[in-house]
């Protein structure tokens, strides 16, 4: 897999919540973001069909700390066929109301272990599955990344795991910034990322390791799985 110059992001919020997926009914973090985590911050401030993002590494410049949360997830979601009669002024609107039980909607009340003052510097680099080209080269879309990271430009607001969990982004830490690399562990397994088949999900897991405050994320684990995400 060719790929171009890497480019890096940092990110940092209050909290966030990388769910592993053996805990999801009560929500139980990574100590870290996964991957697919990374990707999708990335593709929240730039995604064209043209590349993709292979995800390097992560450093995590904050110590690792938890904190125990209750939060309320709703039972069910609006449907598609609804949200397009609004749109198009055929259908009267209707919130979804979390605690209107006559609609059988309700609430859900969940704890969630969640990590607290958080703060990463995220390091990928740009695959272009249709081959590069003098006219569309790797390095036009990282410095079309790094300017709207400058800007502060985005196509969905980035979050850290979890919608609710905001994150501000820029291309280095801010001034006041305490980087303080926590101490070096076996992550164990870990998900890499989910490749979306015709029929199923397959999930791809990683064992992980924090070395220097620096998460690496597989190459060969990169190209397989794009290999056959585009198949």
């Known amino acids: 897999m060719e790929m171009s110059q890497e480019v890096s992001v940092v990110v940092w919020g209050d909290f966030a919540c990388f769910t592993r997926p053996e805990c999801r009914v009560e929500r139980v973090s990574y100590d870290v973001p996964t991957p697919s985590a990374c990707r999708g911050i990335l593709e929240s401030i730039l995604w064209k069909s043209e590349f993709r993002w292979v995800m390097r590494r992560v450093r995590v410049l904050r110590p690792i700390r938890t904190i125990a949360l209750r939060r309320n997830e709703v039972q069910s979601k609006i449907a598609k066929a609804d949200a397009i009669g609004w749109m198009e002024g055929s259908k009267d609107f209707e919130p979804l109301m979390a605690d ?3 609609k059988g909607v309700g609430r859900t009340q969940r704890q969630t272990i969640a990590l607290r003052d958080v703060a990463y510097e995220i ?8 081959g590069y080209s003098e006219s569309n080269p790797p390095v036009k879309y990282a410095e079309m990344f790094r300017r709207r990271v400058e800007k502060g430009q985005f196509f969905r607001p980035p979050c850290l795991g979890c919608r609710e969990f905001a994150a501000d982004f820029a291309a280095e830490p801010p001034e006041d910034m305490t980087i303080e690399p926590p101490a070096d562990r076996d992550l164990g397994r870990m998900l890499f990322d989910v490749v979306h088949g015709d029929k199923n999900r397959m999930p791809r897991f990683f ?3 924090l070395r220097g405050g620096v998460v690496e994320f597989p190459l060969d684990m990169a190209q397989a799985y794009w290999k056959e995400a585009l198949a």
Do not use: D, F, R, V
Not at 123 to 130: M, N, V
């Open 100 to 102: 209107e039980a006559l």
């Open 123 to 130: 390091t990928a680099a740009i695959h272009l599955p249709g």
């Open 207 to 209: 064992e992980a390791e």
